[in-house]
């Protein structure tokens, strides 16, 4: 399989509108799968029919996964489709390319939320 480089995305600045219940659970989850490994980051993306999908970033001797793409790989094994939200708990100031590029794979339009370690929302990504 070819070797993969995807840009970061810059997070614009959140407008103070506050998250939907729904995506306010996807901040939440991503947090727990963060602080459950004591990850770099944490991730959870909601699909067509609702269910809910939490990651970890992994870094093994022979395996590099952001949270963000294993979050959209466990959701595609799953059976979905299409994706209708995203949350990523990061203390980096950009989106990583490579889970940007995942939920896009599965959804042109479903919003990012990006999150600081606190939960207080960063900004989102919707292109």
Known sequence: ??????????VPATD??????????????????????????????RDQDGRTYA??????????VTALQLAVASAAASGAVRLEAAAVVTEASELDGAGHAAVRDLSNDAPIHVAAPDGSLLGSVTA
């Open 1 to 10: 399989m070819p070797d993969q480089t995807f840009a970061g995305a810059a």
């Open 16 to 45: 103070g509108t506050a998250l939907s219940a729904e995506d306010n659970k996807l901040v939440i989850l991503a947090r727990s799968a963060r602080a459950r490994v004591g990850a770099v980051e944490g991730a959870a993306v």
């Open 55 to 64: 990651a970890a970033t992994v870094v093994l001797p022979s395996l590099v």
